[in-house]
């Protein structure tokens, strides 16, 4: 959005029923841009992604915004940073070339750890800070410079689950990575059951019943083309596949965000270009629990809408955020639907 300089990172409060509260920007002169944000334990706010404005080389770097629980925070100097206390602060984080968060979540002990992608090789990217943002470790994982993390989750205190995606051959393939406590590797898995085109995981969640996790994705690799599928997977505690399905048409589909619902059941949000009314509509698709499709919905006009994202809300509703062209004023605008758990279209 709009703000000091080009692209500015927004934080936008609602209340339950979807009725505005307060916004803020941050950011400086160039571009720069939040991917992720939790409500941390106490009351404020922590946001990751990436700043153009304070990098010192140009590039990006990771950046992370701790507010209080009305938004507000210290104002960072040249480099990105500042420190007032542990409600108030901002850091930077970066080596030579493209670094951001993706991905953010608080460890039961009160500390943070990011996921994303680094400049360097190998790219997926995570680090551990403290209350006030100073690092405890980070590491470096997977083959190459395009491999990225998306998605991270804590595992059940051992560690940590990252998602994303890895490329070891020709194609880009679903990456799950274990790391400790640490931040050492235990296990790099690259498991997609086709691997003849580009996978990638976007989301992953803990399963409502706490058997194992819930991944949404996008995956090219079963009708071997240049348009992706809609994928839902589930995996064990231990991060073996025990679910595996695809959904989509003629075009581009994808999955980032889904979970499993109080009745046994997986619902799934994204985006599809080949159904609904415009170019790209949001597309939520609910299923059994063995992956069989139980409603498809689109949402959406003559343009373009995409779902970016997504969370589970206190009574269980499906929470989709993204973008809308067909109902705005012009430009994109954000997007919030929050869908009934006992919706049926």
Same mark, same amino acid.
């Given at each position: ?19 505005? =509260? ?24 922590? *946001? #990751? ?10 590039? &990006? ?11 507000? #925070? ?53 680090? &551990? ?10 590491? *470096? ?9 998306? /998605? ?39 498991? =997609? ?27 090219? /690799? ?7 599928? &809609?994928?839902?997977?589930?995996? /064990? ?40 009314? @415009? ?11 063995? @992956?069989?499709?139980?409603? =498809?919905?689109?949402? @959406? ?37 929050? &869908? ?6």
């Amino acid at each position: 959005t709009a703000g000091a300089g080009g692209t500015n990172v927004w934080i936008l409060k609602i209340d339950n029923s979807g009725q505005y =509260s307060w916004s803020r920007t941050y950011g400086g002169q160039e571009n720069d841009i939040g991917k992720d944000i939790i409500q941390t334990s106490d009351g404020g706010f922590l *946001l #990751t992604g990436y700043t153009k404005s304070y990098s010192v080389d140009g590039n &990006m770097d990771l950046w992370l915004i701790k507010t209080d629980q009305s938004g507000q #925070t210290c104002i960072p100097n040249e480099n990105g940073n500042c420190t007032q206390n542990s409600s108030k602060w901002i850091r930077s984080y970066g080596s030579s070339g493209n670094d951001f968060g993706n991905s953010v979540i608080e460890t039961i002990d009160g500390n943070y750890v990011v996921a994303g992608k680094n400049g360097r090789i190998p790219s997926i990217f995570a680090i &551990m800070v403290d209350q006030l943002g100073d690092k405890i470790w980070d590491g *470096l994982y997977g083959y190459g410079p395009n491999d990225v993390a998306n /998605s991270i989750i804590d595992n059940n205190g051992q560690g940590f689950f990252l998602v994303g995606k890895s490329n070891n051959n020709n194609d880009d393939n679903l990456c799950i990575l274990s790391i400790g406590n640490d931040g050492v590797i235990q296990n790099l898995a690259n498991e =997609s059951l086709g691997m003849i085109g580009d996978d990638v995981g976007y989301n992953i969640v803990k399963k409502f019943d706490e058997s194992g996790y819930v991944i949404a994705g996008a995956n090219k /690799s079963y009708n071997n083309s240049s348009w992706s599928n &809609m994928w839902l997977l589930t995996t /064990s505690i231990a991060g073996n596949f025990d679910l595996d399905k695809n959904f989509g048409g003629s075009y581009t589909e994808v999955g980032n965000y889904a979970h499993q619902t109080p009745d046994n059941c997986y619902i799934v949000s994204g985006f599809t270009e080949s159904y609904g009314q @415009g170019l790209y509509d949001i597309w939520v698709v609910k299923t059994d629990n063995s @992956g069989e499709q139980i409603f =498809s919905h689109t949402i @959406g006009g003559s343009l373009d809408e995409k779902a970016l994202g997504g969370t589970r809300g206190h009574n269980d509703e499906l929470v989709i955020v993204g973008y809308t062209k067909s109902f705005s004023s012009g430009d994109d605008e954000a997007i919030v639907i929050i &869908m009934n758990p006992n919706y049926q279209p």
